[in-house]
């Protein structure tokens, strides 16, 4: 498996991870602030991670010639 598709995949699961945990914030903002902030800081991280990948990708995708 090339690296390209690597980081796809690996960018696809990041973006569905932090979909559910913005989702889970959201869910629990009224009802358990501890677990809100918990998810939101999470997320927050991950989105980190995705913005990495995202460079990455772009930059494997279009080599310099």
Do not use: G, W
Request: net charge positive.
């Amino acid at each position: 498996m090339s690296r390209i598709n690597q980081l796809r995949r690996y960018r696809k699961h990041l973006e569905e991870r932090y979909r559910r945990l913005v989702e889970t914030a959201n869910d629990y903002k009224y009802e358990d602030e501890c677990k809100s902030d918990r998810s939101a800081f999470k997320a927050m991280k991950i989105l980190e991670k995705l913005n990495r990948i995202k460079y990455l990708d772009e930059d494997m995708s279009n080599p310099v010639v």
